[in-house]
């Protein structure tokens, strides 16, 4: 058997709404808000006394990212909000979009910092920006 497709990617965040009305903003749809907790659900994540809000956002293509606010036990910051991209670990998470000028100047006007741009080649531009808690995303432009 072979992996099918990926489903989501999970993000750990203590402002639940700020950000998934950045993902919103971006052009992602909510899915679907829950809370979920008990002892099925700690044994799943190996956790115990879980309690926790899950908010389901989905890109246009149906990739996903589940963002959970952890109510007990409390969430752990590991590191700095604004850790480099090259630290170890799962760093960023990157849309392909339509038009980078028009993401980048609506996502700053909602607080998202520009981190660096770049054309490579001929054949997309991308840049980083990072948003609330930290949260580092990619823009790639294709061009041509």
């Known amino acids: 058997m ?3 497709r990926m489903d989501n990617v999970l993000i750990v965040v203590d402002d639940l ?4 009305a950045f993902f919103v903003e971006m052009g992602l749809e909510l899915e679907g808000q829950t809370t979920v907790e008990g002892p099925s659900v700690g044994s799943l994540i190996g956790l115990e006394n879980v309690r926790a809000t899950i908010a389901m956002l989905r890109t246009p293509d149906g990739q996903g990212i589940e963002l959970d606010k952890f109510h007990t036990p409390n969430a752990v910051r590991f590191g700095p909000v604004d850790t480099p991209v090259n630290a170890l ?3 960023r998470i990157m849309f392909a979009v339509d038009d980078i ?3 980048l100047t609506r996502m700053q006007a909602h607080g998202a910092e520009l981190i660096g741009q770049m054309q490579y080649e ?3 531009r991308l840049a980083y920006m990072r948003g609330p808690e930290g949260i580092i995303v990619g823009l790639a432009e294709q061009i041509g």
């Open 101 to 103: 000028d028009a993401v």
């Open 17 to 20: 709404e700020t950000v998934k």
């Open 122 to 124: 001929k054949s997309y």
């Open 2 to 4: 072979t992996v099918k």
């Open 89 to 91: 670990g799962l760093r």
